[in-house]
Structure formats: C-alpha cells, structure tokens
C-alpha cells in the first residue's frame, strides 16, 4: 500500500515528532504532505528519504488548498490517506473523498477537556470535528483519555481506535558528550544544574507556572525548547522574576536528545495532555521528571516510571518539588518499563494493521466509489 500522511505544520512539536519516526519505520511506501509551515521537521523527514509535499495554505479558511491536495492524491495513486491535526484533518479528509482514496485515517494527536491543539473548546469545534470524522474511516486516539473525551464529543467508539504514541527509545540516551556541546553552544556553564520544560509557549502547557517555581530554584538554571504565541509573554515575565540571567529559550529545535542529555531535571506542568510525548522522551533519556498530566504514564502501573512524579498545579509546591531533586544531585536513571512499552514498532505495527483492516473491508461510501470511478 501506498500512503500519504496530510499534516497541517512542520514544527517540532510532539505530533511532529510522532510523524517523522512513524514514516520513518513505515513498512509501506509513504509522504508526506504539509498545508503549511513546513517547519524544521520537514528537512528531517526529507533527510530520511520520505519526500515532502508543502501546499502553501495561506490559513485555516484557504479552500484554495483543496484542488493542489486532490490532485497529488489523484496523481500519487495512494491507497491510504492519514491525516495529522485538526486542519489537515479537515481539509486532508475532503480531499481524499474528492480524490476517491479507499482508506481514510485520522489521528487525534491534541484533545483536552478545554484545550484543543491550543484552542480553547467551543460548541463549534466540538460540531465541526463531528461533522469532519464522517469524512473518514476510523479516527485514532492516543491514550484512553483521548478516546474517552472523542466519544463525549459525539464520536461513535466503534470508530476510535486507540493506538497509542511510539518512540526510538535508545534515540534519546543519554550522551555526555552532546551534552557538554549543547551546553557550550547555549552558553551554560558545564557545572550548572539545568531544569527543563520542552513544548509549544502557549497557556495550556502552563510553563509561567515552571518559571515562578524557579524563583526558589536560585541554584538552576531554566532552559525551556519549543516557539509558541507566548513566547513574549514568558520572556516579560522571566524579566521581571530577574530570571533572565539564568533562563534560556531555545527556540524551535529538532535535537530533542541533545537537549534533554542537557538537563538534569524534567518538567511538563500543563493540566491537560492527550499523551505526554516529551514527558516519555526525557525518561528515555534517563531525567527525572515532574508533570502535571500524562496519560501516557497515568494509564501504565506506578512502577513502569518510578522516576516520574505527578505534581501540584502550583508554583511554591513545584518549586519544592524541584529543589529535592536538585538537592539529590545530578542523576541518570535506567530507561523505565514505559519507554520500552511505547516502541515505535509497536506503533507502527498497529497503525499498518488498521490500514489493512479497512482496506479489506472495503466499506467506501457511494460518493467516493463514483468519484473514483468505480463500480460494484
């Protein structure tokens, strides 16, 4: 089979992310198509010999980005089409109806209770989503949590699959040596203690309260990887803490394993998550780690991750929380149960299984079996 992945960016967010190695394991032929933004994750998908296809979407009301969309799915002859974030979800799903794909596939990478990849969650969004799923053959939901928010949104289970995230674990090991590069290249000071956070700066990953918490940290420093509309706001705020002599902002990055070997501790502290990538990256890579919400973990025994630790959703008690491992001293753990639980092959194993499964169904609607051409 021949699959086209429709995502809506390239940054190197956790969806990204997720992209690029599951291309990168696919046992079938597969793209990549972005609507926009290709972002610093469409050169590492490229340098992994998948090519990519960027449609130039001027923004999220551009129906002129469905004719370019139609016409390479057309023309590329895929058999699967699988789409990645709300907008390709929408757009991506359309497009394969117009272009008459077989098997149609969407994964929720970002769903919470308030938040929806960054949005705040109206009736609307909950409305469109419904109608948008229809579109397609099957939606897949990453933890439990994501299935379980799909279905009160209006989503029939028998069309969630839950197959959660996977990742090259011994990817992310830990390297002394990048870490001392990656530290010179940031200006830290090879003896100093890093706290880390890694995501989009935005409200919903909460990294002002990261920030206050540092206040009591004095001894650390406070390297936060990611680009975000908040990125300002955090950089004001980091000001007028006087932390700015000990804070750095990496930007957007696709070193994630250089960065996390150049931390010593982790921590996520946004309220809602659909999986918790980065938290389950910084285990792989040995850090201890504090988060807010993970339903990667949450939904794993306590012992597949003992060196992660939920916390309290305030900036004295994460303080607290980081000073005793602080206090500890730097630490490098074993790879827990949880990063081998989430192998990317496992992942891989299960999207291509889902792929076959509707294929071989063959249940496409009248409307995409004429505009293919084809007849019962």
Request: glycine share 10%.
């Amino acid at each position: 089979m021949k699959v086209l992945h429709v995502i809506t960016g390239l940054a190197a967010g956790g969806a990204e992310r997720q992209l690029r190695d599951l291309v990168a394991h696919h046992r079938m032929e597969s793209e990549v198509a972005v609507l926009s933004n290709p972002g610093v994750m469409a050169g590492a998908i490229r340098a992994d010999g998948i090519p990519v296809h960027h449609l130039g979407m001027r923004g999220n009301r551009d129906l002129g980005v469905l004719r370019p969309l139609t016409r390479l799915m057309r023309e590329g002859r895929f058999d699967v089409v699988h789409t990645h974030l709300f907008r390709a979800g929408l757009y991506g799903r359309l497009a394969a109806r117009l272009a008459g794909v077989g098997t149609i596939v969407a994964t929720e990478h970002s769903i919470g209770v308030h938040r929806f990849e960054g949005r705040r969650v109206t009736w609307a969004v909950r409305r469109l989503a419904r109608g948008c799923e229809r579109l397609g053959h099957a939606t897949i939901a990453v933890s439990a949590t994501a299935a379980d928010l799909l279905h009160r949104w209006g989503i029939p289970r028998e069309r969630i699959e839950v197959i959660p995230n996977g990742l090259v674990g011994q990817a992310f090991a830990f390297d002394s040596i990048l870490r001392e590069a990656t530290r010179a290249r940031l200006g830290i000071r090879p003896g100093a203690v890093v706290v880390g956070g890694m995501g989009r700066l935005e409200a919903g990953k909460r990294f002002d309260i990261l920030i206050r918490a540092m206040v009591q940290v004095p001894q650390a420093v406070l390297m936060l990887v990611g680009e975000g509309p908040d990125k300002l706001e955090l950089l004001k705020l980091v000001h007028s803490l006087g932390l700015g002599h000990r804070t750095v902002f990496t930007g957007e990055a696709a070193d994630v394993p250089a960065l996390l070997s150049a931390m010593d501790v982790f921590v996520a502290p946004s309220r809602e998550e659909t999986f918790g990538l980065a938290v389950i990256e910084a285990l792989a890579s040995g850090l201890p780690v504090l988060y807010g919400a993970c339903p990667a973990l949450e939904e794993l025994p306590r012992q597949a991750a003992p060196a992660a630790r939920p916390i309290v959703d305030d900036p004295w008690h994460l303080g607290q929380a980081i000073n005793v491992l602080v206090a500890a001293g730097p630490s490098r753990y074993p790879p827990p149960a949880a990063v081998r639980h989430y192998d990317i092959h496992h992942h891989v194993d299960r999207v291509e299984t889902l792929y076959t499964r509707i294929r071989e169904r063959d249940d496409r609607p009248r409307f995409a079996r004429l505009v293919s051409g084809e007849r019962r």
